[in-house]
């Protein structure tokens, strides 16, 4: 519906394994080369990504990959196969921290960096990957590469003339939600807030094709097509300073995502956390992140750089998290 088909499936949606191929313990921690705990989390929380990681453990991409030099699915996958396959309690992640500029221009392997800007680019990169051979490939058939069909949503934008009430639509892609918290105590209210329609009137005004001028009209942003994992950030930058807004922000262990879509009719969306990753530090431009994930056995563990402690659920939900990750 006003969305554009693609013209070719770049990886069959119903290959993707939803479920664990292989329970086991947790696998290794992630030595910290410096400042790399912002590295060191989301590559964690990718790791135990159920239907990410068993693509990665199939070795599908690299057996067809012709990429020359770096290719971010490739490194993902050696780095996946060394976390949960070896014997090793802690492993170094070397060859991300070696292509780091390739991941993002704005990283230095010695300076502390944002693990949602890492997580960011690291998925551009993954599906930059996914299209490295694939040229002229259109817009919508880019969505339909394995990053796209794990991560990837699509959200809609009604924009409503408040003068003559002409509606008009448009379609954006996502990988990832970035949700504010300024008001918000919770999730649910945070999600609330992201669809709640907005009013855009005097610098903001819009042209409307009907009126042909431009005029006050109303915004509403909603989930149209869901993802398979659901990545939310909550901003906790309250401005460009750096200063941080600290606090709890309730999440809890099931999400319905029904409530926030175009069409709210049907039956719940219901999303389980298997990852989150908490920044301690008084302002954003400073301090540690580490995470939390629940590893194929079910059961939750700390991940901290090196260590990997396992908790429960209790603990898990009274962080003061950053990024959380929910997968259908």
Same mark, same amino acid.
């Given at each position: 519906?006003?969305?554009?088909?693609?013209?070719?499936?770049?990886?069959?949606?119903?290959?993707?394994?939803?479920?664990?191929? $292989?329970?086991?313990?947790?696998?290794?921690?992630?030595?910290?080369?410096?400042?790399?705990?912002?590295?060191?989390?989301?590559?964690?929380?990718?790791?135990?990504?159920?239907?990410?990681?068993?693509?990665?453990?199939?070795?599908?991409?690299?057996?067809?990959?012709?990429?020359q030099g770096f290719c971010m699915m490739c490194i993902m996958?050696?780095?996946?196969?060394?976390?949960?396959?070896?014997?090793?309690?802690?492993?170094?992640?070397?060859?991300?921290?070696?292509?780091?500029?390739?991941?993002?221009?704005?990283?230095?392997? %010695?300076?502390?960096?944002?693990?949602?800007?890492?997580?960011?680019?690291?998925?551009?990169?993954? $599906?930059?990957?996914?299209?490295?051979?694939?040229?002229?490939?259109?817009?919508?058939?880019?969505?339909?590469?394995?990053?796209?069909? +794990?991560?990837?949503?699509?959200?809609?934008?009604?924009?409503? #003339?408040?003068?003559?009430?002409?509606?008009?639509?448009?379609?954006?892609?996502?990988?990832?939600?970035?949700?504010?918290?300024?008001?918000? &105590?919770?999730?649910?209210?945070?999600?609330?807030?992201?669809?709640?329609?907005?009013?855009?009137?005097?610098?903001?005004?819009?042209?409307?094709?009907? #009126?042909?001028?431009?005029?006050?009209?109303?915004?509403?942003?909603?989930?149209?097509?869901?993802?398979?994992?659901?990545?939310?950030?909550?901003?906790?930058?309250? %401005?460009?300073?750096?200063?941080? +807004?600290?606090?709890?922000?309730?999440?809890?262990?099931?999400?319905?995502?029904?409530?926030?879509?175009? %069409?709210?009719?049907?039956?719940?969306?219901?999303?389980?956390?298997?990852?989150?990753?908490?920044?301690?530090?008084?302002? #954003?431009?400073?301090?540690?992140?580490?995470?939390?994930?629940?590893?194929?056995?079910?059961?939750?563990?700390?991940?901290?750089?090196? &260590?990997?402690?396992?908790?429960?659920?209790?603990?898990?939900?009274?962080?003061?998290?950053?990024?959380?990750?929910?997968?259908?």
């Open positions: 519906e006003g969305m554009a088909l693609p013209q070719r499936i770049l990886f069959p949606p119903d290959e993707i394994c939803m479920d664990w191929q $292989q329970r086991q313990r947790p696998g290794a921690g992630l030595c910290n080369l410096g400042s790399t705990c912002y590295i060191n989390v989301i590559l964690q929380c990718l790791t135990y990504t159920p239907p990410l990681a068993n693509y990665l453990l199939s070795r599908d991409h690299s057996q067809l990959c012709h990429q996958e050696a780095h996946v196969r060394k976390v949960l396959h070896s014997s090793a309690n802690v492993i170094w992640p070397r060859a991300v921290v070696r292509d780091l500029k390739f991941i993002g221009e704005e990283f230095e392997p %010695d300076m502390a960096g944002d693990a949602y800007e890492f997580l960011r680019c690291a998925l551009e990169a993954m $599906q930059r990957a996914c299209l490295s051979g694939s040229s002229d490939v259109d817009i919508s058939s880019q969505t339909t590469t394995i990053i796209h069909q +794990i991560f990837g949503g699509f959200l809609k934008s009604r924009v409503t #003339c408040l003068r003559c009430q002409a509606v008009s639509d448009s379609y954006k892609a996502f990988l990832h939600v970035l949700l504010d918290i300024k008001v918000p &105590s919770s999730l649910s209210t945070a999600l609330e807030d992201f669809v709640t329609p907005k009013k855009l009137d005097g610098k903001y005004c819009l042209k409307c094709s009907k #009126c042909e001028k431009k005029v006050t009209s109303s915004k509403r942003v909603t989930v149209h097509c869901v993802p398979k994992v659901f990545t939310v950030c909550l901003e906790r930058a309250a %401005d460009h300073t750096g200063k941080k +807004i600290s606090k709890i922000v309730e999440y809890p262990e099931y999400l319905d995502l029904r409530p926030y879509m175009s %069409d709210t009719a049907g039956d719940p969306l219901l999303y389980s956390l298997y990852a989150l990753v908490v920044h301690s530090g008084d302002t #954003c431009l400073d301090g540690h992140f580490f995470c939390y994930t629940k590893a194929s056995n079910g059961l939750w563990y700390k991940m901290d750089d090196e &260590s990997v402690d396992n908790c429960g659920i209790h603990a898990v939900l009274r962080q003061q998290a950053y990024l959380l990750f929910y997968v259908r």
